[in-house]
């Protein structure tokens, strides 16, 4: 059985979090009242116990993109098993505007991972579909690329939906539109 000695991110309590295997077995909270010291082998004033972060928006991580015409199935795994480091459990992958076959690639490699790979659909909420119907005026448009936006078309969302396998849950579009 393993143990962590943290403290608790509101209250600042001190935990006993055990675990066997990768399953907790119990937590200690041993005070009502922040950490004044612990084992000098385990500075619990740095380590904090909260609940898993949520993004609506992540395009990549440690150099790998959603977008990436290369990106493999095993590298979104990593990519997504990645969010841990940062204290994300959950997220909306997101890809933005692009040409359409690029979209429905980014988007079809994400359906087929969910469907696929158990700790990716564990903590993929849904994806998000940042434009490409977005202003093409500057400023509101922001770095998309000009050339990629385009006014709603239903038809080619259905498309872009169906090769997600359902999962778009999250759309940015322009307002006017």
């Known amino acids: 059985m393993a143990a962590l000695v943290a403290r608790h991110y509101r209250t600042g309590e001190q935990w006993t979090i055990r675990t066997e ?36 928006q992540i395009k990549g991580r440690a150099g790998l993109d959603f977008l990436a015409e290369s990106l493999s199935i095993d590298e979104l795994t990593r990519l997504v098993v990645g969010w841990d480091r940062d204290g994300v459990g959950f997220a909306l992958p997101t890809v933005t505007t692009q040409s ?29 579909l940042e434009g490409p119907y977005l202003s093409p005026e500057e400023g509101p448009r922001g770095a998309h690329p000009l050339k990629h936006v385009r006014p709603p078309d239903w038809d080619e969302f259905q498309g872009l939906q ?11 579009l322009a307002p006017e539109t």
């Not at 295997?21 to 619990?44: C, F, L, N």
């Not at 359409?100 to 998000?128: C, F, W």
Request: hydrophobic content about 45%; proline content about 5%.
């Open 21 to 56: 295997g990768d399953r907790i077995a119990s937590i200690d909270v041993a005070s009502k009242s922040p950490i004044a010291s612990v084992s000098p082998e385990v500075d619990s004033r740095r380590l904090i116990v909260a609940p898993a972060l949520v993004d609506l």
């Open 100 to 128: 359409h076959e690029r979209l429905r690639t980014a988007l079809s490699r994400l359906g087929t991972a969910l469907d696929q790979v158990p700790v990716v659909a564990e903590r993929v909420a849904g994806i998000h």
């Open 162 to 172: 169906q090769a997600s396998g359902g999962r778009i849950r999250l759309i940015t």
